[in-house]
């Protein structure tokens, strides 16, 4: 597509529930990146993928989280036993290999754990 | 990564240009400057980036002194939708962990009618 694509836009889940969170990166874009936000908070680095290397996911906080991209292309995020620390938004972003590191953010999804 | 620096917050008058300034005094000869937005409720959106010659393209002017050790991102005619919070981000392009883009609190910048 022309942009990258996450869903859902908004999730609303019950704390000790487990949430997805997808996204679909630019076509051609072989660099994925996670990154979440807390409310009045800078962004916050969670996990890269790149090509067919194994992932960089030192910067996931906890080991309730973890991500996968299958074929290349499309990425999950999930969330297991959610938190009500857990909630922010959850930014996909992806870039050309090599581009410089321009990436291309997704508009987020914003996760409420209640 | 080199510390960047950055106002909390600046307002600027529709139509005028505005100047986002940067301190990055710690930039290793090898770091490039990179900005980006975000606008409220919406993913951060690349700017511009350079490593020691001035840049312009058609959203905005990057202009970094010589000893690179500031800059300043130069909307050159300011419109309502340029209000959002700016980030400037130094880094090194490839070598590990090159991606881990650093977000600090950037400066939110206010365009006024």
């Known amino acids: 597509g022309a942009g990258v694509s996450q869903s859902p836009s908004n999730k609303v889940t019950e704390k000790g529930k487990d949430v997805e969170l997808r996204c679909d990166p630019i076509s051609g874009h072989t660099a994925l990146y996670w990154y979440r936000q807390s409310l009045g908070q800078g962004l916050e680095f969670l996990i890269y993928f790149q090509g067919n290397s194994a992932p960089d996911k030192s910067g996931l906080p906890s080991d309730r989280f973890s991500a996968e991209r299958t074929g290349g292309s499309v990425s999950t995020l999930t969330i297991q036993r959610t938190q009500q620390e857990d909630s922010a938004v959850y930014l996909c972003a992806s870039s050309l290999q090599g581009a410089a590191n321009v990436l291309t953010f997704g508009a987020g999804s914003r996760l409420t754990v209640l | 990564d080199a510390k960047t620096t950055q106002p909390t917050s600046m307002d600027c008058a529709e139509g005028r240009a505005a100047n986002l300034p940067c301190n990055h005094s710690t930039i290793s000869g090898n770091e490039y400057v990179y900005w980006y937005r975000q606008i409220h409720s919406q993913g951060p959106q690349y700017i511009i980036h350079g490593l020691k010659n001035n840049e312009t393209n058609e959203m905005a002017s990057l202009i970094i002194t010589e000893d690179r050790k500031s800059s300043t991102l130069i909307l050159p005619h300011a419109t309502l939708r340029d209000t959002a919070v700016y980030y400037c981000?130094?880094?090194?392009?490839?070598?590990?962990?090159?991606?881990?883009?650093?977000f600090g609190k950037g400066t939110k910048l206010s365009v006024i009618p």
């Open positions: 981000i130094v880094r090194v392009v490839g070598g590990a962990g090159s991606y881990q883009l650093t």
